[in-house]
């Protein structure tokens, strides 16, 4: 039979900070007093086992899971060969358009339609590429 005592999780260092730290926002939103955040501080890092911090924050909210950023950033570029194909081919065709539209002399700058269309077809590879990327996302084969 495992005692109760045994089947106990000590805590780390890292936990200890990052529930000290939800401790210091609720203080910082109002939902502590500065009695409560300091009491409660002090119980964190005296805390032996993840039970105990559990408990020091058992009547707070959640925070909201954090939000995807924007989805075509330089980590999104080097992390996909791809993303950076598509990126050089709309810069490529843009300035082909640019240069066509210079040559020719044209008074109206339609360059804009196609160079419009390409960014948002490079927008939508790179949104779905981080969909993709999130935690349980399904695997493609």
């Known amino acids: 039979m495992e005692d109760n005592r045994t ?3 000590r805590a780390a260092d890292a936990d200890r900070e990052r529930v000290a730290t939800t401790v210091q926002t609720a203080g910082s939103e109002g939902r502590l ?3 409560e955040v300091e009491e ?3 119980r964190v890092y005296a805390a032996k086992f993840t039970d105990e911090l ?3 924050t058992a009547d707070l909210p959640r925070p909201a899971p954090a939000r995807p950023g924007f989805p075509l950033t330089l980590a999104a570029l080097r992390r996909h060969p791809a993303l ?5 081919v709309v810069v490529v065709i843009s300035v082909v358009a640019i240069v066509r539209w210079a040559v020719l002399g044209a008074g109206f ?3 804009a339609f196609p160079m419009f269309w390409l960014a948002v077809s490079l927008l939508v590879h790179a949104g ?3 969909v993709r990327e ?3 996302a399904p695997v493609p084969y």
């Open 7 to 9: 089947a106990r999780i």
């Open 33 to 35: 007093t500065l009695e």
């Open 40 to 42: 409660r501080l002090t």
């Open 54 to 56: 559990t408990a020091l």
């Open 84 to 88: 950076r194909l598509h990126l050089a």
């Open 109 to 111: 700058f339609w360059p």
């Open 128 to 130: 779905m590429r981080s």
């Open 134 to 136: 999130r935690p349980g």
